[in-house]
């Protein structure tokens, strides 16, 4: 199966995608992975993406699309996590997968709402020793000012209520008419991510089994 991913920031996709990866055997692409461990590798490319990232810039599509060409090779199976993020992206994957005689199955939309996404993202609070990390509406530590393991806890700077609101601004601009795009296209599956881990497990797997016998 070919899988795309997508939701806003704090919708679980990542979480939800590593156990769907293990579950069904199917390798998980993240594109911000691929760019990451492109630059590490120290190519060209690499130099190329770095450049752009340290001006604060864009990378753009076609690096972007290098880049994904070379993680996906010659898989035939994969979820995608991180991509496409913009419409004209939509359309290059499609035109990429068509050129291999194949498509995508399904896109993955974990749908929930911003109070939602403010709620998890701001809740959240990182121990500074050990990495845990803590949600103060879900998941409160027994003391709200340490871990479990005496170290200090953390809000990270990106979980703050003004960067939230713009990555759910930008959400909200460049990926929101994927949804429509693939929609019309018969492929966008919509799964209710308001609830805890397991419930959004259970039915995403079975939306996607039901597909299977389709
Ligand atoms: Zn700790």
């Keep these: 199966m070919r899988i795309v991913l997508l939701g ?29 461990r492109e630059v590490e590798s120290g190519s060209e490319l690499g130099g190329l993406i770095k450049g752009y990232m340290s001006e604060g810039k864009l990378v753009p599509d076609e690096v972007v699309y290098m880049v994904l060409e070379r993680g996906i090779g010659g898989l035939r199976d994969f979820i995608l996590d991180g991509f496409p993020r913009n419409v004209k992206q939509a359309e290059w994957l499609d035109s990429f997968l068509s050129s291999r005689n194949t498509e995508l199955n399904a896109v993955l939309y974990f749908d929930v709402s911003d109070l939602i996404v403010l709620r998890r993202m701001m809740g959240r609070l990182v121990c500074e020793r050990c990495g845990r990390t803590y949600n103060i509406f879900y998941d409160p530590p027994e003391d709200i ?21 713009r990555r759910l601004d930008i959400f909200r ?12 296209r018969g492929k966008l599956v919509s799964i209710d991510a308001s609830g805890g881990i397991e419930d959004v497990r259970k039915e995403m ?3 996607l089994r039901s597909l299977e016998h389709d």
Aim: aromatic residues 8%.
């Design 205 to 207: 797997l079975s939306i």
């Design 173 to 184: 601009e460049e990926t929101e008419p994927l949804l429509e795009y693939y929609r019309k």
């Design 145 to 165: 000012r340490k871990c479990s393991c005496g170290g200090r806890l953390y809000q990270r700077v990106d979980d703050c209520y003004d960067k939230i609101l």
């Design 8 to 36: 806003k920031p704090g919708a679980g996709k990542g979480t939800q995608g590593e156990f769907l990866s293990k579950e069904l055997g199917i390798p998980r692409i993240v594109m911000s992975d691929l760019l990451k």
